[in-house]
Structure formats: structure tokens, C-alpha cells
């Protein structure tokens, strides 16, 4: 099937910088990739849809200024989390939607962000 | 919007038995069916799918039911094994050629297969 990888797996930063997560998709073209955060035995939160080429669209209640979505081409969009806070600590993943096969979703390993 | 309600939320059954975890939707337009399986600290894997075209699908030990009228679908997994046990996620997807893409998730139900 389809290849999603995320980047990075784990990362640790001090409370006040800025972390950026990539996700690119490997073997297809994703015009549509989104962002989840994960709190531990929780479901899916979906962040925001990020599509290639314009801004990304962010659910109810998500900082567009505190997470920056870029979806520059059809395989790789990121997420960077700017002044990042130990309340940003969490389990970031993405997913990528198959331009050719309607509806299908392929997700990432997930980035498992800490901040001190 | 889309609401999808998963239950139950967790699900503890003895190795050989089956388990069912249903969701329902609100959205008659939603077309696309599909269940994740996530291990603890791991991508959610897609295990199986079904689109409103169909009632049922099956692969090997797990089968999916799809009714329309009533919008709920269902994961059946038969002669559940330990390795089964993990946190499994429905979601109900409208997707259409034209672009239009919106997909909503449940929220979890932890299956726990008992040796």
C-alpha cells in the first residue's frame, strides 16, 4: 500500500521554541494530507486539513498562529508548532489522502512531541 | 456535520471468542467506510473498508457490515487472537470526485483479547 512518513518520530524541545514536523508521502501524490493530535487513550483530534497549494483549513478551537500548516507540493506538508508549551506536549500524526483512489487515507508514523 | 458514535469503548473477550465494535453516523452523503487498528504508539493501519455500495465485506477474521438506511456499520472480528488486542477507530468519509473531502473518526474502542 501507500507510504506515509512522518518526521521526527520523537522530539524534545525547551518551552518557548519552535518545532517543525514533515510528512511526505512516498509513492503517491496527496493533494489533501491532515493533521490529528492524540492525547494518550484518546481518539483522533483533527487539526487541520491542509491542502497543496493554499492555506489549510483548522477545526474549532485550533491556533492557526500556534500551529503553521505548509503544504507546498503534492507530497510533503508540515506542521511547525511555534513557542511551543509543555501543554503542546502530545502525539502529533498525519494523513495523507490518495489523489487517484477516492477516499483512501494512509497515515504517518506520528511525531511524539515533548517540551520542558 | 458528520457525528460518528462508537461503541463500546472498551471490550475485553477470551481468546477464540468473537468481538463487534459498532458506529453509527449522521450523515446520509457519508460513502466510505473505513477501520483503523492502533497499537500503543503507533500510525493507525488501515484493517479494512467498506463504501456504501456494499453491505459486507471480509477478510480472513474480520468483516465489516454496512446499513445504509440505518447508518451504522460494524467490525467483526472472529476467533479473536492476543495480538488482536488493540485500540480500534471507525470513521465515516464523504468523499466525492470532485474534491469535496470530509472525514470524521469515533472515538476508540480498546480491545483487550484475554489468553
Known amino acids: 500500500g501507500a507510504v506515509v512518513s512522518q518526521h521526527p518520530s520523537r522530539v524534545i524541545c525547551k518551552s518557548g521554541t519552535s518545532v517543525k514536523i514533515e510528512c511526505r508521502s512516498l509513492?503517491?501524490?496527496?493533494?489533501?494530507m491532515f493533521w490529528y493530535r492524540q492525547f494518550p487513550k484518546k481518539s483522533l483530534m483533527l487539526m487541520a486539513t491542509?491542502?497543496?497549494?493554499?492555506?489549510?483549513?483548522?477545526e474549532q478551537g485550533v491556533e492557526k498562529d500556534k500551529f503553521l500548516i505548509n503544504h507546498a507540493s503534492l507530497t510533503l506538508s508540515t506542521l511547525t508548532v511555534t513557542s511551543a508549551h509543555p501543554e503542546d506536549s502530545s502525539f502529533y500524526i498525519c494523513?495523507?489522502?490518495?489523489?487517484?483512489?477516492?477516499?483512501?487515507?494512509?497515515f504517518g508514523e506520528g511525531s511524539r512531541l515533548t517540551v520542558l | 456535520g458528520e457525528n460518528v458514535e462508537q461503541h463500546p469503548s472498551t471490550l475485553s473477550v477470551q481468546e477464540g471468542d468473537s468481538a463487534v465494535i459498532k458506529c453509527t453516523y449522521s450523515?446520509?452523503?457519508?460513502?466510505?467506510f473505513p477501520w483503523y487498528k492502533q497499537e500503543l504508539g503507533k500510525r493507525p493501519q488501515l484493517i479494512i473498508d467498506?463504501?456504501?455500495?456494499?453491505g459486507e465485506k471480509k477478510d480472513q477474521r474480520i468483516a465489516v457490515t454496512l446499513n445504509k438506511t440505518a447508518k451504522h456499520f460494524s467490525l467483526h472480528i472472529t476467533e479473536t487472537q492476543p495480538e488482536d488486542s488493540a485500540v480500534y477507530f471507525c470513521?465515516?468519509?464523504?468523499?466525492?470526485?470532485?474534491?469535496?473531502?470530509?472525514?470524521?473518526f469515533g472515538k476508540g474502542t480498546k480491545l483487550s483479547v484475554i489468553p
Open positions: 494523513s495523507a489522502r490518495d489523489r487517484v483512489v477516492t477516499g483512501e487515507l494512509f
Open positions: 509513492d503517491f501524490q496527496a493533494t489533501t
Open positions: 491542509s491542502n497543496e497549494g493554499s492555506k489549510a483549513t483548522y
Open positions: 450523515d446520509s452523503a457519508s460513502n466510505y
Open positions: 467498506i463504501r456504501s455500495n456494499v
Open positions: 470513521a465515516a468519509i464523504l468523499s466525492s470526485g470532485a474534491g469535496s473531502y470530509q472525514l470524521t
